[in-house]
């Protein structure tokens, strides 16, 4: 079984920084992507904010491009949204996710945490 734990929300001023970290535990063979993604309050769909692809391909959502920073630890089985230059319309419940192989035989599965709330407000 594999769980992904989300740490690091909290609240913060306009302006400030945080550090997400999830973390990848159980049955791995192999991880293919991690991600995160976040729900605003109000709203029904989670967004991508970034995403790490075998570890070197990332890919960001235009509000956050120069701001975030995704990368890895691969031996912790470990993603990190470092978070710059916080607006309040960074506000939301992120979610980590990521794309699991847990055989040699098997296809990646999609995994999700439970999230982490950050408010971005003075």
């Known amino acids: 079984q594999v769980q992904l734990v989300e740490s690091g929300g909290g609240l913060v001023q306009p302006g400030g920084s945080l550090r997400l970290s999830c973390a990848a535990s159980g049955s791995i063979f192999r991880i293919n992507a991690m991600g995160w993604y976040r729900q605003a309050p109000g709203k029904q769909q989670r967004e991508l904010v970034a995403?790490?692809?075998?570890?070197?391909?990332?890919n960001y959502a235009d509000s956050v491009k120069g701001r975030f920073t995704i990368s890895t630890d691969n031996a912790k089985n470990t993603v990190y949204l470092q978070m710059n230059s916080l607006k309040p319309e960074d506000t939301g419940v992120y979610y980590c996710?990521?794309?699991?192989?847990?055989?040699?035989?098997?296809?990646?599965?999609?995994?999700w945490g439970k999230g982490t709330l950050v408010t971005v407000s003075s």
């Open positions: 995403r790490i692809i075998s570890g070197d391909s990332t």
């Open positions: 996710s990521a794309v699991i192989v847990v055989t040699k035989y098997s296809m990646g599965m999609d995994y």
